[in-house]
């Protein structure tokens, strides 16, 4: 991990030339690449849906006896593939999908002020706040917290794949709450599709800061190609198991 952290920091520099450069333009995607990606989310998201199915069910059966409410629960998130132009990114939104693990209705106030905190936390000269989410939040459900250690929240966002509003691989979609708080330059990580697992989860994940987590989504959008793709999806099962086992 120090590996990891002594690469993130060879960057700093260029967080700070693009904290000032308002209009950071990443490079285009060729057509291949845009269509080869697609075709891989269509069939890889088809087969995980198939095969996933039974553990989906028990996860909707265990939330639904746990506590209260919902089993899916629905968010706004921002679309990615957005122009770097974009006055208000925040206001093109699709309905993201996970399973609930929290209490029904949740108030979302305590997250919003702790985003806020980390991006705004997270300045050239600012505290290395690190992205670990709230501490003891009382919100989490006992098989909420158990779906969120082992990311199995996060598997009706194959359906959200099959829809084309996001990816395998990409920058995480962000809150529109969360964008409203961007700097410029964190604004490039939404010229890309959004998606399920990217450079951020297998390079770092909750020892990274806000603006270092930003940094690898701009390093993959420049690097991007089907291969880092897939790469990126293989890498991604041991370090979510890794993750999981140093908590």
Do not use: C
Not at 38 to 45: C, I, M, Q, S
């Amino acid at each position: 991990m120090n590996e990891v952290q002594g690469s993130v920091a060879t960057k700093i520099a260029h967080i700070r030339e693009a904290t000032y450069n308002p209009e950071l333009t990443l490079p285009s995607a060729t057509a291949l690449y845009l269509a080869s990606k697609r075709l891989l989310d269509l069939v890889l998201a088809a087969v995980l849906l198939v095969l996933l199915a039974p553990v989906m069910a028990i996860i909707a059966l265990a939330i639904r006896l746990d506590s209260p409410g919902p089993v899916i629960f629905k968010q706004k998130r921002v679309l990615g593939d957005q122009p770097a132009d974009e006055e208000h990114p925040e206001d093109k939104v699709f309905e993201f999908w996970k399973f609930r693990s929290m209490t029904h209705n949740a108030d979302q106030t305590a997250h919003q002020q702790h985003m806020a905190q980390l991006i705004h936390g997270n300045g050239v000269h600012g505290p290395a706040l690190k992205m670990h989410k709230l501490a003891h939040d009382r919100r989490v459900t006992r098989v909420g917290r158990f779906i969120r250690k082992t990311s199995l929240d996060e598997l009706p966002q194959l359906i959200n794949i099959l829809r084309g509003e996001m990816s395998f691989v990409g920058p995480r979609p962000a809150i529109p709450y969360e964008v409203a708080e961007y700097k410029p330059w964190h604004r490039a990580r939404l010229q890309v599709a959004q998606g399920l697992t990217g450079l951020w989860q297998v390079k770092g994940r909750n020892d990274l800061s806000f603006n270092e987590m930003v940094q690898l989504d701009i390093e993959y959008a420049q690097q991007r190609s089907f291969w880092l793709d897939i790469k990126i999806i293989l890498m991604t099962v041991p370090a979510v198991v890794i993750a999981r086992s140093v908590r």
